[in-house]
């Protein structure tokens, strides 16, 4: 009996020959199943890094020349981009006028606390990822023709969060502006407090204030910048404590995040709540200064609120 044609080359099971029939895809690469969550990254390869940025706003494709031309604001709807806090100290002083402070001052890993990495390590790797020490660079510096303290805090290094370093910082920053009689500026970015550190990083929130109220007391005026994200510690600190308090357009401003609100309300929240056009509207935020602008605005400012001191501070 003659065995049928199809039976072996139809299953591939003839010698050199090639299988008549495609092999079925495995079951994991089937279209119903979930991609795996690293699949999206091959698209990525498409773009070669560090030429150009997709903003997260407009979707446009910038290059990346272009958005550090433009202070890391998209040229084509305005979206402010994170800034780190060197090139911002560079974008609102005079050339060659900033005196960094405390330049070496490091965080210690006084908990020895160990997560997924312990702190010393992630201190580690982000200090050599972002050249930073800690999470903000302070110093004191001329904007226009004032000289001013001037602290910038960065979210790239462990997501601007508050610590030990960044509290002593800002309060030498602080007494040191006290001292010489100069106006302040902080600009802050931050996550909240640093949780490696425990209740080290809160008692910064206290001794930053209790910095601040002096300074209050010598008539010096305090501005504070509020950015992309300014949240929790910080926020309930020094970030909200200025005289005048500004902020970048659309930068998220609060203490808890919305959700943890949401739950613990059980109300819905308005459109637009935690944004800086919401706070503004409601009298926490006295002006939304877009990023271009800020170094003239707080020149403005520093001359018009140091000018108007002397005659207050001499009268009887
Ligand atoms: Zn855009």
Redesign the pocket.
Known sequence: MATSPFSRKSLGLEGKEPPAVPPVAPPERGFLRKPKLGAARVRKKDIPEGIWTK?P??S?MIYDKELDEHLKV?P??G?HFPIGARERINSLVETCSFEEMDAAMTSVDVLEFTGVASYGEKLDSYRKNTGLRDAVVTGIGRIGPSRVGLGVMDFGFLGGSMGSVVGEKLTRLIEQTTAQGLPLIIVSTSGGARMYEGMFSLMQMAKTSAALAYHARSRLPYLSVLTHPTTAGVMASYASLGDLILAEPGAMIGFAGPRVIKDTTQAELPPGFQTAEFLRDRGLIDAIIPRRDLKEQLAFFLEFLMGSRQPLATSP
């Open positions: 903003c706003k407009c446009t998209c084509h709807c979206h």
